[in-house]
């Protein structure tokens, strides 16, 4: 009895210490998380943010379209050119440059695509005050950051429900977890980046008219 109760306890022991460790996985990324949020809150602007954001898009999209080491003929252009459209509001005519010019290099196309997208919103914001502008890039990364956020804890749960399989495979099942929640970190990061990009790219703004006259509530008479 005595032997049995000490495996059970010692059980209990590793079950509890694997519920830790998952526990401190998902304690880490949330620091982050909070970090940063913290940060958005406290900055008198984020425009550096929201800009780094966009050239990082750029530059995944064009490492997407351009491997380095492929050639031109190699390009995937018509995907660069939709995913472009939808990522940034932009049309790209890589097809054009690359017709026009021998050895660009997908540096050139980045740069160009850059400028585009940069003008694109740069104009956007003189449709508003800057003190305006500056709480609408606050408010479209939040809203991104907290979407992304909640959406990603659930999908570490779902991980974390499942993630004990792995041991048939002969693996560790909290390494494993490990493994794929910093990579779903990673993810929602570059989701995050893009949709804040999109989101912006795509905005609107409509000025309310002011109110005709005749609504204004009468002066009181002195």
Same mark, same amino acid.
């Given at each position: ?24 996985? &998902? ?11 913290? %940060?958005?809150? %406290? *900055? ?8 780094? &954001?966009? !050239? $990082? /898009? ?42 026009? $010019?021998?050895?660009?290099?997908? $540096? ?8 585009? !997208? ?13 003190? /305006? ?21 659930? &999908?570490?749960? !779902? ?20 493994? $794929? ?15 804040? /990009?999109?989101?912006?790219?795509? *905005?609107?703004?409509? &000025? ?15």
């Amino acid at each position: 009895i005595e032997s049995a109760q000490r495996k059970v306890e010692a059980r209990n022991f590793d079950i509890r210490k694997q519920v830790v460790e998952y526990d401190d996985v &998902m304690n880490d990324q949330r620091k982050v998380i909070y970090e940063q949020r913290a %940060d958005i809150m %406290d *900055a008198d602007g984020v425009h550096d943010v929201v800009d780094d &954001m966009r !050239a $990082e /898009t750029v530059n995944a999209l064009v490492g997407e379209a351009c491997p380095p080491g492929s050639y031109p003929e190699q390009w995937d252009l018509d995907g660069l050119q939709e995913r472009a459209r939808d990522l940034l509001n932009v049309e790209v005519s890589a097809k054009s440059w690359i017709e026009a $010019e021998d050895g660009i290099e997908p $540096e050139d196309v980045e740069n160009r695509i850059r400028a585009l !997208a940069d003008a694109l919103v740069e104009e956007k914001a003189k449709e508003l005050d800057p003190e /305006t502008w500056t709480r609408v890039e606050k408010s479209i990364l939040l809203q991104n950051l907290d979407h992304h956020w909640k959406e990603h804890l659930a &999908m570490l749960d !779902a991980l974390r429900q499942v993630v004990h399989l792995r041991a048939y495979a002969q693996k560790t099942p909290i390494n494993e977890y490990k493994q $794929e929640a910093f990579a779903m970190f990673e993810r929602m990061f570059s989701n995050i980046r893009e949709d804040v /990009t999109r989101t912006i790219a795509y *905005a609107e703004f409509r &000025m309310a008219p002011p109110p005709p006259m005749d609504d204004l509530p009468e002066l009181p008479a002195f």
